[in-house]
Structure formats: structure tokens, C-alpha cells
């Protein structure tokens, strides 16, 4: 990265102004989280950051967002015929956004996607400095591929680098050997590394980076969004509620979301009814589940909700319980609690950061239905006030995060 040191210097002596400040940052946001017209939950919590720190006037970002290439949009084709209906460009709350399409092979897009990706994110990039777009660094996020890919880029085009490292790509990839080897060579080759927690950090920390080259910015929540219902009872009426206390679950209906542990925690509490929020590859598995566990009858599977519509499911659940077995920062345990609900949590990266107090909930020390119950049982005989817990949620706004993004990309590029 040393070759490129004389062009960062002209390019940060471009962004001068006359009282030795940087004046406003024009960004190039890299990577494959990010919500488009087909998929608008697909990394939002991306696009949330994003659009707090453009909002703060001093940024100004152009998101180049690619998706896997598929030719067909047939509803057979599953998942992959969603790809295929992405549009090539939009815009989202203002935000120019490129999705540019990549080949991803089937079994091979863990060995063949840094590749893929630089490849096809060259040639977006070089097409939008030839309409007279300018970038002074790169914003990417997730270790890998986008962050290799990012770093690659960077090099070839003379800009800094920042990667924000978000959970798996920090946790889970590096037990891989070929991702572990070009994690750990991004890690050292980008210009800045952003942590979406203090246990994150040490992650990265564990796999080579310098302390030092570490920020921890957490996420925050958009308190205007996620509040407390003005009535709860109709909240519940809207979802068909009844009496029963309500455990509520969200995410993707993955192993690692831990969706099983909250059926089976259920199992265990005869006055409660789950809703489950999302969908995944384990609907049919979780079906299958609270049918031998005898719980079908009080297991709700309501599929992909729109962002806007969670408010709802929150503001009408008494717990929402996460049973992540990994997580960076777990942006659903802050939504719950803006809107006024409690949490009870396992205790992955980032758990005890977002929930340190009794009025935000509960950690179990370990991942077990048993220890779920347990907790859940407790928070229900004496829950704390819903206001107090929203209270809470309100110590984590996006502007700490805005103001330590700006600081930081400052710092890169003076």
C-alpha cells in the first residue's frame, strides 16, 4: 500500500479548505449487504449507518452494491430467480445505488467471490469515474469477499480503505483456511478498521490487526421508527393476539439464529405463544419441530416483514428473545427495546454491550432452551417498565456513531 502513499496525499490536499480542515468526504460505499427493490431488508442496518452519516451533511456517498448474476427470474428458480429482478441501478432514500451483477458459482462462491467481485466492481467503478464521479475513499463492509475485493480496488485506484467488520466474516469464515489467509492479508492492507463491538474488536484483534487500527462503533437504532405503540392492546388486536404472553423471535431462518432453541425454551412455558419473524432455508425444519415438541398450535411462523412494519411486532410482544449462537451487534435487540420491550439474549459478540442493564433485560450465560426458559420466566414475573426500557434505547442513537465515522475517515485521509 506504500506506492499508493503520494497519490492519498494529493488526494487529501484536494480536500483542504483554506482553515486546514478536510472538507466534505465524497465515499465510495463497497458491498454485497444492502437492501435493494427486491430485497429491502438485505443489510439494512448498512444502509441505516450510511444514510445517518450522509445526513450529517459532511459525506456524500455514491453505494456500489453488486448481486449474484442469475438469467432467470422464474419463481422455480427459488432465491436465485430474486438476483435476477434486481435492478442494475437505484435510488434509496436518496442514495445512488450500482448492483452491478457477479458470477457466484454454487459451492464455489466461498473460494471464487473476492475475485468475482473485484472484477465486476472494476469495471462499475471505472465507468462511473468516466461520467466524472470522483471518490476519496472506500467505505466497504464485511471482511470477506467484499473486503478483499474493496482492498484490491483501492490499490488499483489510488484510494484508502475502510472495511467494517460485522459478525461471521470475523467469527465463522476464518475457520476456513483460503478465507482465513485473505481475511487476515485484508485486515493488514486496509487503511482503517471499523468493529461493530468491543468483542468484535478482539476478534479482529485474534486474527492479526493492531489494536490500534481498530475503532468500535456500534450500531444504533432509528428511535423515530422503533417507539412504543400508542396502544398496545390495539397492536395486539392487529396481530391476533389474545391474552397470552407473547415471546417474539426475528431473523433469518437460519441454524445460527437459533430459532429451534426459542421453540423448545417455549416448550417449557405453557402460557406463552411464539412469533417467529423472517424466513430461511429451516421454515420446514422449525414446523417439524413444534410439532413433535407438541408446541405447533403456539408457534407462529409470519415470514419476511417489511422494516417498517416491525414497530408492530415488537410493540405487541412482551420478550423478544435472541438466540443467536454468533452475532456482532444484533441490531433486532435494540429495535425491540426503543419500542419498549425487554430482551432476553445468549451471550454472542456485542450481548452484554447492547443489553448492560436490568430495564434492557437479560443475558443467559449459556445458549440452552433451558436457560432461555429460565430467563424468559424471570423477565415475565417481574418485567421492568416499558417506558424505563425505552429510555434505555434512546442512549443508543446513531449520532456518536456518525460523529466517530467522520472522525475517522478524517484521519485517514489527512
Known sequence: MNALAPRRRTVAGMLQQKDGAIGRIRLLTFTTLFPNAVQPNHGVFVENRLRHLVASGDVSSVVLAPVPWFPWTSPYFGAWARYAAVPRRENRHGLDVHHPPFPAPPRLG??????????????????????????????????????????????????PVVVTA???????????????????????????????????????????????????????VNLDLFRPPESRADARTALGLGEAKVLLSVGHLIERKGHHK????????????????????????????ARSLGVEDRVHLEGAQPHTRLPLYYGAADVL????????????????????????????????????????????????P??????????????????????????????????GQLALFRKVLS
Open 166 to 220: 460485522r459478525g461471521s466474516d470475523t467469527s465463522q469464515l476464518p475457520s476456513y483456511r483460503i478465507p482465513r489467509r485473505a481475511i487476515r492479508r485484508t485486515i493488514q492492507e486496509a487503511d482503517a478498521l471499523i468493529a461493530v463491538s468491543t468483542g468484535l474488536k478482539d476478534g479482529l484483534v485474534a486474527l492479526g490487526a493492531p489494536a490500534g487500527k481498530v475503532t468500535v462503533l456500534r450500531n444504533g
Open 110 to 159: 466461498m473460494l471464487t467471490g473476492p475475485a468475482c467481485l473485484y472484477h465486476a466492481a472494476r469495471t462499475a467503478l471505472r465507468r462511473m469515474l468516466e461520467q466524472g464521479l470522483r471518490f476519496d475513499a472506500i467505505d466497504a463492509h464485511y471482511l470477506y469477499p467484499d473486503g478483499v475485493a474493496a482492498v484490491r480496488l483501492g490499490r488499483e485506484f489510488g484510494l
Open 262 to 289: 426459542v421453540i423448545q425454551a417455549l416448550a417449557k412455558l405453557p402460557a406463552c405463544r411464539l412469533l417467529i419473524v423472517g424466513e430461511g432455508p429451516e421454515r420446514h425444519a422449525l414446523q417439524a419441530l
Open 370 to 403: 433451558e436457560a432461555l426458559a429460565a430467563a424468559i420466566d424471570r423477565l415475565l414475573a417481574a418485567p421492568p417498565d416499558r417506558e424505563a426500557t425505552r429510555a434505555y434505547a434512546e442512549t443508543f442513537s446513531w449520532d456518536d456513531t456518525t460523529a
Open 321 to 368: 428473545v435472541l438466540a443467536s449462537s454468533r452475532e456482532g451487534w444484533a441490531n433486532v435487540l435494540l429495535e425491540a427495546m426503543a419500542c419498549g420491550t425487554p430482551v432476553v439474549t445468549t451471550p454472542a459478540w456485542g450481548s452484554r454491550e447492547a443489553v448492560s442493564r436490568v430495564e434492557a433485560g437479560l443475558v443467559v450465560d449459556e445458549a440452552t
